[in-house]
């Protein structure tokens, strides 16, 4: 990988092991509860129906829209889709022995394209994809999972495997709800950056976008210290040219690439990260480094 400049890889292993071979966890995973009786008034409006493989595109777009905000997220494309629900015999009935089926909803009346869709497998919610804002989309989901749940005689509707920052999770917390997240440093959901100088040339328009975004009228300038090697980049130019400001401020952070890796994704507080170091504008750390919800589906695990 690192002859090929491969800038980052994830992996599902064995605890322990792979700390040896500098991975880390970087994946947290998140549950939301919330009761059945506080969505007992919620109607679904959409139509729901199985999803055929014609469907794909739909889906495809839909996951896109549901992720854009979730850093980690896998980036797939139609091939990728379909060899998934190849691999789990999504649109062939099912697994043997195992209820597994992904159902679309769309409009009743209309031609409009399919609103959401959610993955039902080994009995639970294993993902759902909308647009953010449609509260339509996002009622029908919550009443036809609230529903299975009562089918279930359980009391609690259970929203695993998805970000905080998903458009189903954040509709979902309008309700009485409790959030459990769990974060392993260990084995399951750990990172590695490959090539350190690989990882930032890839990185460094989202760092320059999260800066641009908070509306500071100066140019960074960071210098990373990544296991005694260092690495400077310059942040805000785009910003500078429309706002006219000349202020530079400097940030300068010495870290591990594990570090690195989980103070990019927003897995953990910068702060709580061993061996985070920041000296200069340490403002600078919060609005390049914000926690973010970084998430990985389990569909596409191998």
Not at 97 to 111: D, I, P, S, T
Request: net charge positive; glycine share 8%.
């Amino acid at each position: 990988m690192s002859s090929k400049r491969i800038p980052l890889t994830f992996l599902f292993g064995l605890d322990r092991f792979y700390l040896q071979f500098g991975y880390v966890g970087c994946l947290p995973s998140y549950r939301l509860k919330t009761t059945v009786s506080e969505l007992a008034k919620l109607k679904t409006s959409l139509a729901i129906q199985p999803c055929e493989r014609k469907h794909l595109p739909e889906v495809l777009r839909l996951y896109e829209a549901a992720s854009a905000r979730s850093p980690g997220s896998v980036v797939r494309t139609l091939e990728q889709l379909r060899f998934a629900f190849r691999r789990w015999r999504l649109l062939e009935g099912g697994l043997r022995g195992v209820a597994a089926q992904v159902l679309l909803f769309r409009e009743k009346k209309g031609k409009r394209g399919v609103r959401a869709y959610l993955i039902w497998r080994d009995n639970a919610l294993w993902e759902a994809g909308l647009e953010p804002g449609d509260e339509a989309a996002a009622v029908s989901l919550l009443a036809y999972l609230r529903d299975r749940r009562k089918e279930a005689l359980e009391r609690e509707v259970i929203l695993p495997n998805l970000s905080p920052a998903h458009p189903l999770w954040r509709y979902a917390q309008r309700f009485n709800h409790g959030t459990e997240s769990s974060f392993s440093w260990t084995g399951g959901g750990m990172g590695r950056i490959v090539d350190v100088a690989a990882f930032l040339k890839a990185v460094g328009p989202e760092l320059e976008g999260r800066l641009n975004a908070a509306g500071l009228d100066a140019e960074c300038r960071l210098h990373l210290a990544v296991d005694g090697e260092d690495h400077f980049l310059n942040l805000g130019r785009g910003h500078l040219l429309a706002m006219g400001a000349r202020e530079t401020r400097v940030l300068k952070v010495t870290c591990t690439q594990q570090a690195l890796l989980q103070m990019a994704l927003g897995c953990l507080p910068w702060h709580s990260i061993p061996g985070v170091k920041a000296e200069g504008e340490r403002s600078l750390m919060g609005v390049l480094f914000p926690e973010a919800f970084p998430i990985m589906y389990r569909l596409d695990h191998f």
